[in-house]
């Protein structure tokens, strides 16, 4: 299927007055996954970071444009952003992490069974 077709079908929840607000899967689906990106995200750039501290000798294939102010401010805002959707969308957030979460035992699973060990 398709992903463009999840954003066709629609949601709908009442309010206190019993008054109809329309949404659709793809909100929600957004809401879930957003805070996770900008988890890796963050985490991505920080090891830029850690890789130019820890190697400043290693072939550079590519220049970091305002090294490392921009991907400190980066790291910084993107963090704020989790923070604020989790305070705001705490629930469908929560539910994205543990969404990504699931990868984690299906990893080991895979590598298990496929009998390869990485060194």
Same mark, same amino acid.
């Given at each position: 299927m398709p992903r463009s077709l999840l954003v066709l079908p629609r949601?709908?929840?009442?309010?206190?007055?019993?008054?109809?607000?329309?949404?659709n899967v793809y909100t929600q689906l957004l809401e879930y996954i957003v805070s996770v990106e900008l988890v890796f995200g963050a985490l991505s750039v920080l090891a830029v970071i850690v890789l130019r501290y820890?190697?400043?000798?290693?072939e550079r294939p590519y220049k970091a444009w305002g090294y490392p102010v921009v991907p400190v401010i980066f790291v910084v805002l993107s963090l704020l952003l989790v923070v604020n959707l989790a305070i705001l969308a705490g629930t469908t957030s929560? #539910?994205?992490?543990? #969404?990504?979460?699931?990868? #984690?035992?299906?990893?080991?699973i895979w590598r298990n069974r496929s009998g390869s060990v990485d060194s």
């Amino acid at each position: 299927m398709p992903r463009s077709l999840l954003v066709l079908p629609r949601t709908v929840t009442f309010n206190d007055q019993n008054q109809p607000s329309f949404g659709n899967v793809y909100t929600q689906l957004l809401e879930y996954i957003v805070s996770v990106e900008l988890v890796f995200g963050a985490l991505s750039v920080l090891a830029v970071i850690v890789l130019r501290y820890r190697k400043p000798d290693a072939e550079r294939p590519y220049k970091a444009w305002g090294y490392p102010v921009v991907p400190v401010i980066f790291v910084v805002l993107s963090l704020l952003l989790v923070v604020n959707l989790a305070i705001l969308a705490g629930t469908t957030s929560g #539910i994205g992490y543990l #969404i990504a979460l699931t990868g #984690i035992p299906v990893y080991f699973i895979w590598r298990n069974r496929s009998g390869s060990v990485d060194s």
